[in-house]
């Protein structure tokens, strides 16, 4: 989402009210170019987003897991979200929220209270350890955006959206509880 993070820097909006935070972090350092916020302040907070406030995932707990609480009560202030912006694996995954990762049930979880909760994801690119916000956290929006691009996503969204399939997308695309938004690209 680079791209659109940057285009979005320059649109001329009064930035000094807008909070941003994110879906989902790997748990590495802020400075780490892997790390969503490093993507977030590289692209987005720049220009006349500059002035925006940021609410970081990351904390100073060894896990994800352990530091959810702390980035829960950071989150709190500015929730409901306007807007949330996700993006989508190919296997159907938004945020963190990786189908056979220790914690998955339980962010999963529609009926849960957690805003966010820590995932380890042995197989997730990039980092295993991560924090995500949860299907509850997900739907305190107003609205959800869903981005994604290529044929073989494409083919995963129209499946979910018919309810076939398993993945988080399915249980996003046919809750009736906050509209989504959906934008594909070749």
Request: aromatic content about 6%.
């Amino acid at each position: 989402p680079g791209p659109l993070y940057e285009s979005l820097s320059n649109v001329p909006i009064n930035w000094e009210k807008v909070s941003l935070t994110l879906t989902d972090e790997r748990w590495v350092s802020p400075e780490d170019p892997a790390s969503n916020e490093y993507l977030i302040r590289d692209t987005l907070m720049r220009r006349r987003a500059a002035v925006a406030t940021f609410v970081p995932f990351k904390t100073n707990h060894a896990k994800a897991s352990g530091g959810a609480a702390t980035a829960e009560k950071r989150i709190a202030p500015i929730m409901p979200f306007d807007i949330c912006l996700l993006g989508m694996g190919p296997d159907g995954h938004i945020a963190s929220l990786i189908p056979g990762a220790e914690g998955f049930d339980a962010a999963v979880d529609i009926a849960g209270t957690r805003k966010l909760a820590g995932i380890h994801a042995p197989g997730a690119a990039g980092a295993p350890e991560r924090m995500t916000l949860t299907v509850p956290g997900i739907l305190s929006s107003r609205r959800i955006v869903l981005l994604f691009m290529g044929q073989d996503k494409l083919n995963v969204f129209n499946e979910a959206k018919e309810g076939l399939g398993g993945s988080p997308i399915r249980d996003l695309l046919t809750q009736k509880k906050v509209p989504v938004h959906a934008f594909w690209a070749p």
